[in-house]
């Protein structure tokens, strides 16, 4: 069950890194680590499938030492995407709330309308 | 493993890949080799934690594989790109079994439709050409009837060979051979007519007219078969086969009677296929039943001594072969009377309509196939999210 949670949710929390600042595969993994049990080799095919889907875009940037490094950053498509994927977690999480009895989480959320 | 043992694991894996794909993922694994050795990490436990280059190779070439589908949407992509997520293992493989079995199923009748449609279009062609130009020429050529010679000889003493096995009439030129007891009667065109009876000392004649026919220094008698109208072979049993040449070049009547009197007809004309009939007079509900139920009772009825069921189906296929038909009697029966421009003309509308039938309905079923196939790699495609195992 975890797993398939999160195998859908690294999407949106890559794209969640880039929409703060554009960044690197190291640095994307670094931060992911931080909180997230995760494959390190898989970060390519997953770049490369959200560069497949036109959500992330990248550049090379030239490094004082050694050769350039290749940085990925967030299309309008990805941001509308990452809107899209936030809206959507959140409907979830306080739908699977809701049936385990914890309060809803706090107002931000006008879709979800409790039923009493 | 270190890290060039991983990158070259990682290259044989992506091997096949457009080569500037290998490229840019090596350079991007070389990269986080780099930015993890500037964090302080060694190379083994970076190798460690970025997974088996096999696996993940294995996950990039469907990738690859995918978006060239994408870009080009043909059956040599989607193929490549079935072969790469099946290279993943995430397909059931017993699946696949019956899979390729319909596949095949699907590539045979598509085959078999635009062959019968190719076939079906090819007849019609010679039929119209034919019909407009004259050329082809469309016809069934018994020329085999008239053309060479006949040859009658006595049979060898003791000789067993009962005269039907003797007989082949698509032959030009042929030999009879009579035992003591079986008979000739030949007609010739000029009204004469002539027997020959086989014996211990040779052939015996008889002429009732003025015609000297006599047997060469081999004791046999040879004539072309222009010359003569009808020949009536007698099998010392009683069995018998009666040949009628008509004027016309080609045309003839040919009756082959069993010692008990089972007989069968056959009627040759030219540009037709050959007519024929059976007879049985100890079976007449069974005539009845269509001619299908010809071969069988060959194989049964005709059978006797004097004419083998072997020498009157061997007849029978060889009026069948000169019609350029091969042993199908049954078939041949089925197209009774009919001209050969109208045979061509049916057989062709007929395969031409079921090929068109066929090529419809494949084209269907190759459609929903495809979609099918689509479908079925896009949601494998959608599983190869990164996995989290580690």
């Known amino acids: 069950m975890k797993t398939q949670l999160k195998k859908g949710t690294l999407d949106m929390c890559v794209l969640a890194i880039l929409a703060h600042a554009d960044s690197y595969a190291y640095e994307i993994v670094s931060t992911l680590a931080a909180t997230m049990d995760i494959s390190e080799g898989t970060i390519y095919p997953l770049m490369r499938r959200l560069q497949n889907e036109a959500w992330v875009k990248t550049y090379l940037v030239e490094s004082s030492s050694g050769p350039s490094r290749k940085y990925y950053q967030l299309t309008d498509a990805g941001r509308s995407e990452l809107t899209t994927m936030r809206r959507e977690w959140r409907e979830f999480v306080a739908e699977v709330g809701s049936v385990l009895g914890d309060p809803p989480a706090a107002g931000k959320d006008n879709t979800q309308e409790p039923s009493k | ?390």
């Open chain 2, 1 to 390: 493993m270190n890290e060039k043992a991983f990158l070259s694991a990682l290259e044989q894996g992506l091997r096949g890949l457009p080569s500037e794909e290998v490229r840019e993922i090596l350079v991007d694994y070389q990269e986080y080799f780099r930015d993890a050795a500037e964090a302080g990490r060694s190379e083994d436990e970076v190798v460690a934690s970025l997974g088996d280059p096999a696996k993940l190779a294995k996950e990039l070439r469907a990738q690859v594989r995918y978006r060239q589908w994408e870009e080009n949407k043909s059956f040599r992509s989607l193929f490549r790109v079935m072969v790469a997520v099946a290279g993943l293992g995430l397909v059931n493989f017993l699946l696949a079994i019956p899979f390729m079995v319909y596949l095949s199923l699907l590539t045979a009748g598509w085959v078999t439709a635009v062959t019968f449609f190719g076939i079906g279009l090819f007849l019609l062609c010679i039929g119209a050409a034919h019909g407009l130009t004259g050329w082809p020429e469309l016809g069934v050529n018994h020329r085999w009837i008239q053309e060479g010679t006949i040859t009658f000889s006595a049979a060898e003493d003791g000789q067993e060979t009962s005269l039907g096995d003797d007989f082949d009439p698509s032959e030009e030129d042929m030999t009879v051979s009579l035992r003591k007891g079986d008979s000739v009667i030949l007609h010739y065109r000029n009204g004469e007519v002539v027997s020959l009876t086989g014996g211990e000392n040779g052939l015996k004649i008889d002429s009732s007219g003025p015609t000297t026919l006599k047997a060469d220094a081999d004791k046999e008698v040879t004539l072309p078969k222009k010359q003569i109208k009808s020949y009536l072979l007698k099998g010392e049993e009683g069995g018998s086969i009666e040949m009628t040449l008509g004027d016309a070049s080609g045309d003839a009547d040919i009756a082959v009677t069993s010692n008990k009197g089972d007989r069968f007809d056959a009627k040759l004309k030219h540009g037709e296929w050959p007519e024929m009939s059976l007879v049985q007079p100890e079976h007449q509900a069974q005539r009845a039943a269509a001619s299908d139920a010809f071969a069988a009772v060959l194989g049964e009825q005709v059978a006797s001594k004097a004419i083998s069921s072997d020498a009157a189906q061997r007849i029978l296929e060889a009026t069948g072969n000169a019609a350029g038909h091969e042993r199908n009697m049954v078939i041949v029966s089925g197209f009774k009377g009919l001209s050969l421009l109208k045979v061509v003309l049916l057989t062709g509308v007929g395969l031409l309509l079921s090929g068109l039938v066929g090529v419809v309905f494949l084209l269907w079923l190759t459609r929903w196939t495809w979609r099918g196939i689509v479908a079925l790699v896009k949601a494998q495609i959608a599983l190869l999210s990164p996995r989290n195992e580690t």
